[in-house]
């Protein structure tokens, strides 16, 4: 077992903010290390704003059995306009992020995919959506995602709300972060997302060879080396603890030598 206190002295880049953050961050402090939150990717407003507005205060009103959601900004977007998912209101979350957000902004995710962690393994994992008859789902989207899941919900013969709920864009951090990352005195980076590897790579393209790089699950390891990236461990479950968990688990190798 891992003991506390293992990652001392470790300065270890969190790269999104919000309640997402706040809890890597916390984990990373009880192991001693010093976490660096510096989001690499925020959301911007889309041409859709009106039919935003609209459908979540359908969502709020109770209207939809089930909201799903692609993208960790999903959280973002319902705290920006201050909007809460009844609890009767299932969530379905594709990506590793994407689950660990809804979870740390104290919902319950009631269907991720298991087998493959995108939108096709939901829908075929999903069996509700299968056997029940017409539901009402709101599916929120990024401007660049292929509306794979609310077309397969929509041959599903089920009543779809599909909105177009943010642009995700990239954050330059400040400079006194850049530096760290590229002198070393940042031992750490997590990779979240693809957007987030791909920030990664744009704004830190000369990685120091000793700065490890931790991803949160299988699928954004894929999306990290696609952009290019060396990954040097992948968290073992899609969660905050496990990938904090694994960032410890190299620290505490490493001390045995």
């Known amino acids: 077992m891992t003991e506390l206190k293992t990652l001392s002295g470790w300065r270890i880049l969190v790269p999104r903010g919000g309640p997402w953050g706040d809890r890597v961050a916390a984990s990373l402090r009880n192991y001693g290390a010093q976490p660096v ?24 009103a109770g ?37 660990a957000a809804f979870t740390a902004a104290g919902y319950t995710v009631d269907i991720t995919p298991v087998a493959e962690n995108s939108t096709y393994g939901l829908l075929n994992e999903w069996h509700e959506v299968r056997e ?6 709101l599916t929120l989207r990024s401007n660049t995602a292929v509306p794979v ?21 990239g954050v330059p951090v400040a400079e006194r972060v850049r530096q760290d990352v590229s002198s070393g005195r940042i031992n750490a980076l997590l990779i979240t997302s693809g957007s987030v ?4 790579r744009l ?33 073992d479950e899609r969660t905050t603890e496990s990938l904090v968990n694994a ?10 030598y």
């Open 203 to 235: 704004q830190f393209p000369e990685l120091p060879e000793g700065t490890l790089l931790a991803c949160v699950g299988p699928q954004t390891k894929k999306d990290a080396e696609a952009q290019g990236l060396r990954i040097d461990v992948v968290a």
């Open 197 to 200: 590897a791909e920030q990664v």
């Open 63 to 99: 209207e939809f059995a089930w909201i799903t959601a692609t993208s960790a900004t999903v959280v973002d977007v319902l705290a920006h306009h201050n909007v809460v998912i009844p609890p009767h209101t299932k969530v379905a979350a594709v990506g590793e992020t994407t689950a």
């Open 37 to 60: 939150i510096a989001p690499l990717i925020n959301f911007a407003p889309t041409d859709e704003a009106e039919s935003l507005r609209v459908a979540l205060d359908r969502l709020a």
């Open 247 to 256: 960032v410890a688990s190299v620290a505490d190798t490493d001390s045995e």
């Open 132 to 137: 029940s008859p017409s539901l009402k789902i």
């Open 149 to 169: 899941l609310t077309k397969g919900l929509l041959a599903l013969g089920h009543d779809v709300t599909q909105v177009v709920a943010f642009r995700t864009v």
